[in-house]
Each structure stands twice: as C-alpha cells, then as structure tokens.
C-alpha cells in the first residue's frame, strides 16, 4: 500500500521571462497535479526494490554478491528440505 500526497498548486501566476525576447512575462497559471501517478508509480517500484534487495542483504548477509549468492542458495536448499 503507498499513498500520496497532492502536488502544491501556484495560486497564482508567477513572474516570469519571455526566452524569445527577454522581457518580463507573466507565466501561465495551471493546475499540475495531472499526471503525478506515472513518476510516482516509478518511484514506488523502485523503492520497494531497494527495500527488497536490503532485506536479502540482511537475511544472506556476505562481503560479497557471490557469497550471498551461495548463502541464498544454501537457504533455499534447507527451505526446499523442509517441504
């Protein structure tokens, strides 16, 4: 389960420059909370990585990424034994 919270909104429009001529411009004023869903879906699936890959770390332990390959597949061995 994950939750989000809503992206601020600019009450209003934000001084801004016109690019094409340098001149002071007034930006436009948008609602942007159109399409959080997309990146925060990315971010989500992502950080349960990270929290998947940390829990591996702490159960098969090791100095190396070829010893905790062999420590997880002695556990799983033991696992595959046990049903």
């Given at each position: 389960?994950a939750?989000?919270?809503?992206?601020?909104?600019?009450?209003?429009?934000?001084?801004?420059?016109?690019?094409?001529?340098?001149?002071?411009?007034?930006?436009?004023?948008?609602?942007?909370?159109?399409?959080?869903?997309?990146?925060?879906?990315?971010?989500?699936e992502?950080?349960?990585?990270l929290?998947?890959?940390?829990?591996?770390?702490?159960?098969a332990?090791?100095?190396?990424?070829?010893?905790?390959?062999?420590n997880?597949a002695a556990?799983?061995?033991?696992?595959?034994?046990?049903?």
């Amino acid at each position: 389960r994950a939750g989000f919270k809503p992206i601020s909104t600019v009450p209003r429009a934000l001084r801004s420059v016109d690019l094409a001529t340098g001149e002071e411009a007034v930006g436009l004023h948008q609602r942007s909370d159109t399409c959080q869903v997309v990146p925060g879906a990315v971010i989500a699936e992502a950080e349960v990585a990270l929290v998947l890959a940390d829990a591996l770390f702490d159960h098969a332990g090791g100095r190396s990424v070829g010893e905790m390959r062999r420590n997880l597949a002695a556990y799983l061995q033991v696992v595959g034994e046990r049903a």
